[in-house]
Nanobody, 121 residues
Framework: QVQLEESGGASVQAGGSLRLSCAASGDTSNTACMAWFRQGPGKEREGVARLDNDGGAIYVDSVKGRFTISQDNAKKTLYLQMNSLKPEDTGMYFC???????????????WGQGTQVTVSS
């Protein structure tokens, strides 16, 4: 089993920055691929960024150039640096992990509870 715990969500003004963290514990051999998803009000869960075991990152088009996914292997923590935030970035942000690379599809086996990001104009 893997436990994921997100933190770092907050309310910010448009143009601001936040850094989300996701701490992994348990059997982290199942966390070869990790990703961030978000779900806005009335919207489906959307893949935002993914990091594979080789450090390869992919992003949804709407966040390219603004968000950066990274990982501290020693701390078993995944990060999402979010800059130039926009109101449309508002939502609950979830961390996900799996042995399988699901890219930005919401098929990961392990999920955190989420952390809320609210961006006001």
């Amino acid at each position: 089993q893997v436990q994921l715990e997100e933190s770092g969500g907050a309310s910010v003004q448009a143009g601001g920055s936040l850094r989300l963290s996701c701490a992994a514990s348990g059997d982290t051999s199942n966390t070869a691929c990790m990703a961030w998803f978000r779900q806005g009000p009335g919207k489906e869960r959307e893949g935002v960024a993914r990091l594979d075991n080789d450090g390869g990152a992919i992003y949804v088009d709407s966040v390219k150039g603004r968000f950066t996914i990274s990982q501290d292997n020693a701390k078993k923590t995944l990060y999402l640096q979010m800059n130039s935030l926009k109101p449309e970035d508002t939502g609950m942000y979830f961390c996900a992990a799996d042995r399988v690379d699901w890219w930005l599809l919401p098929r990961y086996n392990y999920w955190g509870q989420g952390t809320q990001v609210t961006v006001s104009s």
